[in-house]
């Protein structure tokens, strides 16, 4: 199982920037397609994107595609999701999540791991 841990939340007002990182452990983590979902108070948790192992394919949800960009160091084991623009309806828990399948940009399937979660609240 991989363990993953995220940072680079914070606060930062509408049409700001954050970097996201996700570390993560474990020997089997350059097979796996990573990504990232959000969680919004009273909402469920929701796809925000995902890269696959290799780095030849990306997916984004509709609404950050061309503000959100995945990457990742496979030899540092981290996935980043910086993302621009900002908008307040985008105040969530992120969470970085390891090992997923039948990925589109309407979603992936989780086989592994959820992070902890890293808050980041947009202010208007």
């Known amino acids: 199982q991989v363990q993953l841990v995220e940072s680079g939340g914070g606060l930062v007002q509408a049409g700001g920037s954050l970097r996201l990182s996700c570390a993560a452990s474990g020997r089997t983590f350059s097979t796996y397609t990573m990504g990232w979902f959000r969680q919004a108070p009273g909402e469920e948790r929701e796809f925000v994107s995902a890269?696959?192992?290799?780095?030849?394919?990306?997916y984004y949800v509709d609404s950050v595609k061309g503000r959100f960009t995945i990457f990742g160091d496979n030899g540092k084991k981290m996935v980043y999701l910086q993302m621009n623009s900002l908008r307040p309806e985008e105040t969530a828990v992120y969470y970085c999540a390891a090992d997923l399948s039948g990925c589109s940009n309407n979603g992936c399937h989780l086989l592994g791991s959820w992070g902890q979660g890293t808050q980041v609240t947009v202010s208007s």
């Open positions: 890269i696959s192992w290799n780095g030849a394919s990306t």
